[in-house]
């Protein structure tokens, strides 16, 4: 091993307040790469659990609703990799928090050192620069793709931001390359060895969390299935897809566990392989007997928009998702103010909403959910008539849509 | 300490911090994991109403009517007439209307013109909201009858069309699959059960029109009804 130290003195011109900023900025990223990984390992249980979505991590108010920037960006399907092969998949932040507990570790062993070579300076860069294009690339996915903005992101991007600039800095107010000898070894040499243990640092917790994650038995998948699958009252709406595996999705226009589903699901690679067919259930007391109170008031409105669109159905859906909000802050109004809305945004639909028939289709609807003894949630999707278990369609959705397209049958444990 | 062994210390302190921070989240998530294995969630399953004045014995009446007088597919009732209505509720006229006291929110009263089984614009339009309105009701009753004028033969036949002209317009407007299992039909003429004025306060397609009893037996009485059997 080779450190300035070891060799003769050598440049000694980086500033050390440069390197505290540096240790600063990752410590910073450890712990937002630590409680972002943290929250994703949390969900491993397939079970619900709260976030806590702050600039200053682990205060401020839980996100229990699902509503919030970090929980729809943890849930995306750009939070982790390989989700085919492995439940949930390897969360990003997971290399993220390895990348920052090395650069903590470096900036550390070099404030401690007496001497400080340039060529440190130069590695610090290059270090560096992985998780600022990183964060580059992901802020970027993060508002094009997802369309929002997760806080404890926000403190990755510049946690990654301020080593980066701290490392050029660093290197800037160092001694000019030659001006003073290195110390003894060949450059290549100490980055390898650097990179070597920045590689090994990334690489434990993967392996850790590989070899310690909850393992995921092919017979979580044995779930029921639909008693009564025909649409003997035609209240399947299809909306085609290129899929040819017949799929039925259970949902609620105003449910936003729904809208994320359909997007991780449109995401998804395996989802492009269903033809999805949707049955309208509104947690809406308006028209859903099976609530006591309306967990999405609205739904039963747009249910009823949605129906009578026919051919347009996927547009007025696609509306109801994108204006959820709004949608039932007026059906905790009035059901009248949402009709209004509607028939504003689709006039064509005026003489349709609120009427006794598209009424009645929804009833048939919620019979259709009677008929097969669903629970009175949302969403729920069926594959070739085998539900997919609730508590794996979010971050389980590649893996058991994979497992149950593959024939999920084989026996065993799977990763 | 000496640079190689202050590497190798920060090396290990930075390994360990990571390795027991990563390793002892992903046990916790399988441990809880495990412990949530095999436990049911706790959701409601999706059924259809049975409200509280669903009691033992309207549901006894439900039963009955249901198998003698509904359209059961297979069975070979066909709705009842009024013999067989009287002995299928086995109770007075008078008891058997209050039966349906607990429904005046879920029921309406179709009234048609003297003689006449021809539904008007305000009849449909009453019939279609109220059928519309079912919510997790199972079961739909129809009781026509005929007010006292004209002969017993007559009135029995002329109720029996009311109870049809309404079946029928429920089923080509709602075509619902199911309505052979779940429409009760009864026509009792003139001779069961006769409506009193107290029915005057109920949901009527003449609502603005005069109400005595005699108009207010012209008519079909309909009824969803929240109970499971």
Redesign the interface.
């Known amino acids: 091993?080779t450190?300035?130290?070891?060799g003769p003195r050598g440049s000694s011109g980086m500033p050390r307040k440069t390197l505290i900023v540096l240790a600063a900025f990752a410590l910073a990223g450890v712990v937002f790469a630590?409680v972002s990984?943290?929250d994703f390992?949390?969900?491993?249980?397939?079970?619900v659990h709260a976030i806590t979505c702050s600039i200053v991590p682990g205060l401020g108010p839980k996100d229990t609703s699902g509503a919030s920037g970090c929980h729809a960006v943890l849930m995306s399907p750009y939070s982790s990799v390989l989700r085919e092969l492995t439940w949930g998949g390897i969360p990003i932040s997971?290399p993220a928090?390895?990348v920052f507990?090395?650069l903590?570790?470096r900036a550390?062993?070099l404030l401690?050192?007496k001497r400080i070579a340039r060529r440190e300076t130069v590695f610090l860069i290059a270090a560096t620069a992985l998780p600022v294009l990183t964060s580059i690339v992901y802020s970027i996915i993060s508002l094009t793709m997802i369309g929002t903005v997760c806080k404890v992101c926000v403190g990755i991007y510049v946690a990654s931001l301020g080593v980066f600039v701290a490392a050029i800095v660093a290197h800037v107010g160092s001694s000019p390359a030659g001006a003073t000898q290195e110390p003894g070894g060949s450059s290549w040499g100490l980055w390898g060895f650097y990179f070597v243990?920045g590689v090994?640092?990334v690489a434990?917790?993967l392996l850790?969390?590989l070899a310690?994650?909850?393992?995921y038995a092919d017979s979580?998948l044995g779930g029921s299935g639909l008693r009564h699958p025909e649409d003997?009252?035609g209240v399947m709406i299809d909306l085609g897809g290129a899929g040819a595996v017949p799929a039925v999705e259970v949902l609620d226009p105003l449910c936003p566990a729904c809208k994320a589903f359909s997007e991780r699901l449109a995401a998804s690679e395996k989802g492009g392989q269903l033809h999805l067919e949707y049955v309208l259930f509104p947690l809406d007391k308006q028209?859903n007997?099976?609530v006591g109170e309306s967990l999405h008031p609205g739904a039963c409105a747009v249910s009823e928009a949605i129906l009578c669109a026919g051919s347009r159905a996927a547009a007025v859906l696609h509306w109801a998702f994108a204006h959820q909000d709004d949608l039932r802050a007026q059906g905790g109004q009035s059901q009248a103010a949402v009709y209004a809305r509607i028939k504003r945004q689709f006039p064509e639909l005026e003489g349709c909403v609120g009427q006794?028939?598209v009424?009645?289709r929804i009833?048939?609807s919620?019979?259709w959910?009677?008929a097969?003894?669903?629970?009175?949630?949302t969403p729920q999707l069926f594959v070739r008539n085998r539900k997919l278990p609730?508590e794996d369609t979010d971050l389980g959705l590649d893996y058991v849509l994979s497992r149950v397209l593959a024939g999920g049958t084989a026996s065993g444990v799977r990763p | 300490m000496n640079a190689g062994m202050r590497h190798l210390v920060l090396v290990l302190v930075a390994f360990a911090s990571v390795g027991i921070s990563v390793g002892t989240w992903t046990r916790a998530a399988a441990t809880r994991m495990a412990d949530t294995q095999g436990k049911a969630p706790e959701v409601a399953t999706a059924a259809a109403s049975d409200m509280n004045y669903c009691t033992g014995d309207l549901k006894v009446i439900l039963k009955r009517v249901l198998t003698s007088c509904g359209l059961v597919a297979g069975a070979t009732s066909r709705g009842c007439q009024p013999l067989q209505a009287r002995q299928v509720a086995a109770m007075s006229g008078g008891d058997f209307n209050a039966l349906f006291t607990p429904l005046s929110e879920r029921a309406a009263i179709i009234q048609f013109d003297n003689d006449s089984a021809d539904l008007d614009a305000a009849a449909t339009d009453l019939l279609d909201k109220t059928f519309s309105d079912r919510r997790g009701a199972s079961y739909f009753f129809v009781v026509s009858r005929a007010s006292p004028t004209g002969s017993v033969q007559h009135n029995r036949d002329l109720s029996h069309r009311r109870g049809s002209a309404v079946l029928e317009h429920i089923q080509a407007t709602f075509q619902d699959p199911d309505i052979d299992q779940e429409v009760g039909l009864l026509w009792l003429g003139e001779e069961f059960a006769q409506l009193d004025k107290q029915f005057c306060q109920w949901r009527r397609s003449r609502a603005g029109s005069e109400c005595n009893t005699e108009e207010l037996n012209r008519s079909s009485f309909i009824a969803w009804i929240d109970c499971r059997l």
């Open positions: 091993m450190t300035a130290e070891n630590g990984s943290y390992i949390a969900h491993l249980d397939r079970q997971l928090l390895g507990v090395f903590l570790f550390l062993d401690l050192g243990e090994a640092m434990l917790p850790l969390y310690l994650k909850p393992a979580l003997k009252y028209c007997w099976m006794p028939a009424r009645s009833n048939k919620l019979r959910i009677v097969n003894s669903l629970p009175v949630l609730d």
